[in-house]
């Protein structure tokens, strides 16, 4: 089955830095890869998503690319601020026939931006 | 996206006691889901609720210990059976909404003494 891996675990950045989260799959299938916020106390919130017909989404300071040779997609995002300190969670999914298969997350990225 | 809702958002148990956990959506969905987070862990998938049909449970997890009901096209249950410290997690629901992506909702905080 499906495997996601995610580097790193911690991260810590100094405000209007960038950060780089990165992920990688193990099934070659996998073709929707999501990526979400989770806030302390809060349920995930999906921030940016990408489809394997796409190598790269951009969404203001959020950005994704996915290398569907490598099998690996990042979430990258710009000029942080304090607000966008969280844990974040990639995932992969298999998408047949117009309905997602079982989303598979990564361990998780806990996010420091330090003002 | 969809708007979800959870009750309670957080309970302590008693070992050996049941709690009912209830997700609402603000529109019809075929699919829901519910998830388990252990304290500082990631997102574990229990089952896939569909109305009209049974459960579809992960590895791991059964229906005599996490059963589920899916009445409608807008609710779902999720019941965490004779609990122990062990179930102590953050339960989430999430739904498919119409163009294949997962909202969820804010989670369940369970501690079990």
Known sequence: GENVEQHPSTLSVQEGDSAVI?????????????????????????????????GEKKD??????????????????TETQPEDS?????????NYGGSQGNLIFGKGTKLSVKP | SAVISQKPSRD????????????QVDSQVTMMFWYRQQPGQSLTLIATANQ?????YESGF??????????????????????SPEDSSIYLCSV???????????????TVL
């Open chain 2, 62 to 83: 059964v229906i005599d210990k996490f059963p589920i009901s899916r009445p409608n096209l807008t609710f779902s249950t999720l019941t965490v059976s004779n609990m």
């Open chain 2, 12 to 23: 302590i148990c008693q070992r050996g006691t049941s709690l009912t956990i209830q997700c």
């Open chain 2, 96 to 110: 498919e909404s119409g163009t294949d992506t997962q909202y969820f909702g804010p989670g369940t905080r369970l």
């Open chain 1, 60 to 77: 203001q300071r959020i950005a994704v690319t996915l290398n569907k040779t490598a099998k690996h997609f990042s979430l990258h995002i």
């Open chain 1, 86 to 94: 969280a844990v974040y969670f990639c995932a992969a999914s298999f």
């Open chain 1, 22 to 54: 990165k992920c990688t799959y193990s099934d070659s299938a996998s073709n929707y890869f999501p990526w979400y916020k989770q806030e302390l106390g809060k349920g995930p919130q999906l921030i940016i998503d990408i489809r394997s017909n796409v």
């Open chain 2, 52 to 56: 009209g049909s049974e459960a579809t």
